[in-house]
């Protein structure tokens, strides 16, 4: 989705958005629950990754990747990759398995006082803390909708709003 502003090349040499510290499990992407069956079973990708239910009742339906348990050691900076990235070809599921989330990374749909907002994660190495003309065309051009209108389908991809993520779209 975001092919415009950020190459695949790019991404695959980077993966930051596939690796998580611990204080950055919040941003573990979501999972539909027919995906969450599959995955959670002998596959074709010869990976069954490991769910816990999202306790929030609007989250229910929705399925979190557990990797608290790949940590090894006790550092806060260690970082556990996505069970699903291969590190020589990237992620390795098909697009109809990957989380919407990661398909938008690095924007986020987020909550804020009760409006739904798109906000650009600020960590992106490849995009940076600052939007660019490019990408904020590119959301007010069709993007934006098509994240708004998935997040109303499936409202448990909506993250509550931090500070210091740039708001693109109202």
């Known amino acids: 989705m975001l092919s415009k502003v950020l190459s695949k090349s790019s991404c695959a040499a980077c993966k930051f958005c596939c690796s998580f510290r611990r204080q950055s499990l919040w941003e573990t992407p979501l999972f539909p629950p027919e995906v969450v069956e599959k995955l959670s079973l002998p596959n074709e990708y010869g990976v069954v990754g490991m769910f816990r239910t999202v306790d929030d009742p609007q989250k229910s ?3 979190r990747l557990v990797l608290e348990n790949n940590y090894r050691t006790a550092d806060p900076e260690e970082e556990v990759a996505c069970t699903f990235l291969d590190p020589e070809r990237g992620c390795i599921l098909k ?5 919407f989330d990661c ?4 924007l986020r749909i987020m909550n804020k006082d009760g409006e739904l907002v798109i906000a650009l994660t600020p960590t992106c190495p490849s995009i940076g803390a600052t939007p660019r003309p490019e990408l904020i065309e590119l959301v007010k051009n069709g993007l934006g909708e098509k994240i708004l209108e998935y997040a109303k389908a499936h409202p448990y991809i909506i993250k509550e709003y931090r500070e ?6 109202l």
């Open 103 to 106: 398909s938008i990374w690095p």
């Open 61 to 63: 339906c929705a399925g």
């Open 164 to 169: 210091g993520f740039p708001i693109i779209y």
């Open 95 to 99: 697009p109809e398995d990957k989380p």
